[in-house]
């Protein structure tokens, strides 16, 4: 027997599961700006819709590179026109709440093992420091350019918002 009739034979180890394969289906479905709440897929496809249904749906939604924004205690909206500035808002504070982490990550080993640090090691770490406030810097300019723009759907640029500098704390500035 060859391995292509055993992985027919044997469901094989990669095939997508049956509720995947629905939940794909019906991602395929549907429109852009379509409001689905977890009662209505879980109606429509007859997957229970709990946490790892949830994960193989976003896993469907991304493979078909379809965006979405997730309604809280309802469900998902499908990305249209109207909402894209939203999902890149929604993106954007995770980046830069992750930078902010990695700011404050940074500075409090310097504080902590600076002194015992090789210099190659705290300087690296203030380098990263430095990028890091950069990069908050015009991430928060770029949350407040999305953040209204999304409701009066005016056209603003990073440009046309105040940037708070960031300065990186430490003993070295």
Not at 140 to 166: F, H, M, N, W, Y
């Amino acid at each position: 027997m060859n391995s292509d009739t055993e992985d027919s034979q044997t469901g094989g180890l990669f095939e997508p599961s049956e509720d995947y394969l629905a939940l794909e289906s019906f991602v395929l479905e549907q429109k852009p700006g379509a409001r689905l709440s977890w009662h209505h897929i879980q109606h429509v496809t007859g997957v229970e819709m709990d946490y790892a249904a949830r994960c193989k749906l976003r896993r469907a939604l991304e493979k078909h590179r379809i965006e979405w924004n997730p309604l809280k205690g309802y469900g998902i909206e499908i990305a249209n026109a109207n909402t894209a500035t939203k999902v890149v808002g929604r993106r954007l504070v995770k980046v830069s709440n992750a930078i902010s982490r990695t700011l404050t990550s940074g500075t409090n080993l310097i504080d902590r093992h600076g002194e015992e640090m090789h210099p190659g090691d705290r300087e690296n770490i203030e380098h990263s420091n430095a990028v890091c406030g950069a990069m908050l810097t015009y991430s928060s300019g770029a949350q407040k350019a999305l953040g209204p723009a999304a409701d009066s759907r005016d056209k603003k640029v990073a440009s046309d918002t105040k940037a708070e500098i960031v300065k990186p704390k430490g003993k070295w500035c």
